[in-house]
């Protein structure tokens, strides 16, 4: 096979892998959801618990498992599927990275939050790489549009908050 002919190939098959990887990210997507139901408790980013004596926990799990199962119906129905992965990502960031900060910095250098930590990273850009393959969102000339309709940026947050797991789990085995 030549190289020319490889590199079809390649081409030809790179829509199809991002597509099975948006089905994989949506039905993932969608499990985490249905869990917040099963543990009555936000699983997704494995963020720290809910604090003690603040009302609203379980209710909060259950709302955010609805929205993470409408986010994968959303992607697998290709219905507003852009916005719905940024929507995740945005909860993601605010509800499970956000949270695990303090716990981070609270822990020993790369000790075992970090780990958590690094999981709500990844899956925030998961979902932003997963909206970067899908379509732009249309409406104008919008501002805020060029902002949601990133590509390269998305999919460059992505591979970094992804290695910079790897990085911190690969030095966690070895400690």
Partial sequence: M???TTRQTTRAAAPTLATVGRIFFALGLAGLGASHFVFGDFMTGRAPAWPEG????????????A??????????????????????????????????????????????????????LTLLGGALAVAATLPPISGGDAGYLRLLN?????????RVCLALFFIITGIQHYI
Avoid: H
Wanted: charge should be positive.
């Fill in 67 to 120: 929205a993470f199962i409408a986010v994968g119906a959303a992607i697998l129905a290709r219905r507003g599927e852009r916005l719905a992965a940024l929507f995740a990502a945005a909860l993601i960031f605010g509800w499970a990275l956000l949270r695990n900060i303090p716990v981070v910095a609270a822990d020993r250098l790369l000790g075992g939050m970090w780990t958590q930590g690094g999981k709500s």
């Fill in 54 to 65: 603040v009302p609203g926990g379980t209710a909060w799990a259950y709302a955010t498992g």
């Fill in 2 to 4: 030549s190289t020319t």
């Fill in 150 to 158: 990133l590509r390269r940026e998305f999919t460059t947050v992505g």
